[in-house]
Antibody, heavy 120, light 108 residues
Framework: EVELVESGGGLVQPGGSLRLSCAASGFTFSNFWMHWVRQAPGKGLVWVARINSDGSRINYADFVKGRFTISRDNAKNTLSLQMSSLRAEDTAVYYC?????????????WGQGTLVTVSS | YELTQSPSVSVSPGQTARITCSGDTLPKQYAYWYQQKAGQAPVLVIYQDSERPSGIPERFSGSSSGTTVTLTISRVQAEDEADYYCQSIDTSGTFHVVFGGGTTLTVL
């Protein structure tokens, strides 16, 4: 069974840092692009970042502006998101998701999400 | 670049629900649809405008016409009550993924 399990969320003060992880299983992780998508409480889905299969190509949403870094460890089947200079507006559930198709971009499956709360 | 969805749709059980998503690049880029039930992660229900993943009921279908894509749910059931999001990509500048604002389907 294809599964993605996020971890690392929690409460952090404004200006602080947090590292999210996503453990993948049930598929050949190193063959797929991976993404982070977030959802603020009561709001819609917002794409955050993507990384290609070997980590050589990365794209970020404009609002990341050098504060977040996406990475992967194919030997450990793990996707990461290092977040720094966190703001209240970064409060959200963060989902990792697999991109099944190399010719387009979509998400299947999604992890269950991990909640990041930025507050003093 | 934006994808525009109506905020809400309400139907009675057994009726057909149609959820639309509009965007200027939809004639050139595929659209995808996700179902998100309360407190759960999103689930893909339609890919590449009209393809249905395995495990998704045949009641779910997708179509595309010009700048609008439509998710149609036939014979709506109470379990279909959820938020539905369309998604596409924008490659006009730097790569960007765009989601619609979401449509809440209420089964009366």
């Amino acid at each position: 069974e294809v599964e993605l399990v996020e971890s690392g969320g929690g409460l952090v003060q404004p200006g602080g840092s947090l590292r999210l992880s996503c453990a993948a299983s049930g598929f050949t992780f190193s063959n797929f692009w991976m993404h982070w998508v977030r959802q603020a409480p009561g709001k819609g889905l917002v794409w955050v970042a993507r990384i290609n299969s070997d980590g050589s190509r990365i794209n970020y949403a404009d609002f990341v502006k050098g504060r977040f870094t996406i990475s992967r460890d194919n030997a450990k089947n793990t996707l990461s998101l290092q977040m720094s200079s966190l703001r209240a507006e970064d409060t959200a559930v963060y989902y990792c998701a697999r991109d099944p198709d190399t010719t387009s971009t979509w998400f299947d499956p999604w992890g269950q999400g991990t909640l990041v709360t930025v507050s003093s | 670049y934006e994808l525009t969805q109506s905020p809400s749709v309400s139907v009675s059980p057994g009726q057909t629900a149609r959820i639309t998503c509009s965007g200027d690049t939809l004639p050139k880029q595929y659209a995808y649809w996700y179902q998100q039930k309360a407190g759960q992660a999103p689930v893909l229900v339609i890919y590449q405008d009209s393809e249905r993943p395995s495990g998704i009921p045949e009641r779910f279908s997708g179509s595309s016409s010009g700048t609008t894509v439509t998710l149609t749910i036939s014979r709506v059931q109470a379990e279909d009550e959820a938020d539905y999001y369309c998604q596409s990509i924008d490659t006009s500048g730097t790569f960007h993924v765009v989601f619609g604002g979401g449509t809440t389907l209420t089964v009366l």
